[in-house]
């Protein structure tokens, strides 16, 4: 995601879909609030405080989060639309994390044998940011944890998804161009402007594409075009995993879409995790742009 | 309890063991908090302190100061200047508020690079 104003705001509006929806429905701590959990937080924090020990004691309130907390394991409550959230911003390259913000509330002590669940919702997706990390969008999420089913506190975390500005970079390849000749200089005129043209025999009526001298069907020369409405499906696909060519970084899909209209086009399927890409599912066109002089139709896939 | 009070200041070495202590004791095993490759090719020169550890170490900085019949209310953190192995932190915090016997503690903690955290943290001291 590099370039384009509108490429950003486009890709802005989806992020904001996602505000308001769940993050994580009715998560189960993966342990009981417990005594040792709580002696190694203390003895990390240096935390002598004899409230955390003994036969009354109470977990520090500091250790919320920590009660939620999957370490190493699978994390089964957390959303599809959580999971999709943070794919999206994987893929376009925000795939650092860090934490920024924790604000929390303490409504009842916890103390051991409490049983924990949680559920947490998607508050909100900030606007592409310029950060001294890097690019990147801020994800604040709010979590209401429970014991033994009773509301112990309210858990604010916001992190940052970012794009590593001083990662270290191998020389950028750019991708190949087109080969722009008369036969088909109408279409990358479309493609300047944002539009995919199919090309419409005048004699016959019939669409097709890609664009050629003369209709197939009935041999005409005559030819005027008609604008793709975007909306499309996968009608194939294949995931290129090797080799990596440069400019590319495999894996990632090449896709032949049916075009609402009809006609078939090659083209990649972005923004949808390489292996979630399905025959018919929906996609819509969007224009990205690779480099300075290389803007390119591509598809990307369409919740409905 | 009065506002205006300065909590007496304190000093945390940011060590390393701190750092991998406090994520394992948060069960927050993000590479970047002890894997320095892995921190480098996010963009940061070393492994860095998460934001369970701070946030326990701020709360930890007001019960010491008001001692262990202290309840935590509130603690709301903001994180800027990262917590890298080899520095120093120290903690400063005010009394920005009091009313009855709940206090509303304005807190602070700077490093070699700038602020770390800042934060404010309520705290009700029976009495």
Known sequence: ?304 | MNTGDRLPPLEIPITRTLIVAGAIASRDYQDVHHDPESARQKGSPDIFMNILTTNGLVGRYVTDHFGPRAELRRVAIRLGAPNHPGDTMVLTGTVEEVDGDTATVRVAGTNGIGKHVTGTVTVRVPG
């Open chain 1, 1 to 304: 995601m590099n370039g384009e104003p509108e490429v950003h705001e486009e890709f802005e509006s989806r992020l904001k879909a996602y505000e308001g929806r769940p993050a994580a429905a009715t998560g189960v701590g993966r342990d009981p609030v417990n005594e040792p959990m709580i002696r190694h937080w203390c003895e990390a924090m240096g935390d002598t405080n004899p409230a955390y020990t003994g036969p009354d004691a109470i977990a520090p309130p500091t250790m919320l989060q920590a009660w939620t907390m999957a370490g190493l394991s699978r994390r089964p409550e957390r959303t599809a639309a959580y999971d999709e959230l943070l794919g999206l911003l994987d893929e376009s390259g925000h795939d650092a994390v860090v934490a920024t913000d924790c604000e929390q509330e303490y409504l009842r002590l916890l103390r051991p044998g409490d049983e924990i669940t949680f559920d947490s919702v998607i508050e909100s997706v900030s606007g592409r940011k310029t950060t001294k990390l890097g690019p990147g969008y801020f994800v604040t999420t709010r979590t209401d944890i429970r014991a033994g089913g009773e509301l112990a506190g309210t858990h604010r975390f916001r992190i940052l998804k970012y794009a590593p500005a001083r990662r270290p970079q191998p020389p950028r390849e750019r991708r190949p161009r087109p080969v722009v000749n008369r036969d088909n200089a109408g279409f990358w005129e479309g493609v300047a402007r944002h539009e995919l043209l199919i090309q419409r025999c005048t004699g016959c009526g019939t669409l097709r594409f890609p664009w050629l001298p003369g209709c197939n069907s009935c041999g005409c020369a005559e030819w005027d075009t008609v604008e793709a409405s975007g909306e499309g499906t996968v009608y194939s696909y294949v995931v290129m995993h090797h080799p990596p060519f440069p400019a590319f970084e495999p894996p990632y899909t090449v896709g032949l879409i049916e075009l609402a209209e009809g006609v078939r086009i090659i083209s990649n399927v972005v923004e949808v995790p390489y292996d979630k890409v399905r025959v018919g599912m929906p996609v819509r066109l969007c224009f990205r742009r690779y480099d300075d002089e290389l803007v390119l139709p591509v598809f990307q896939g369409v919740t409905r």
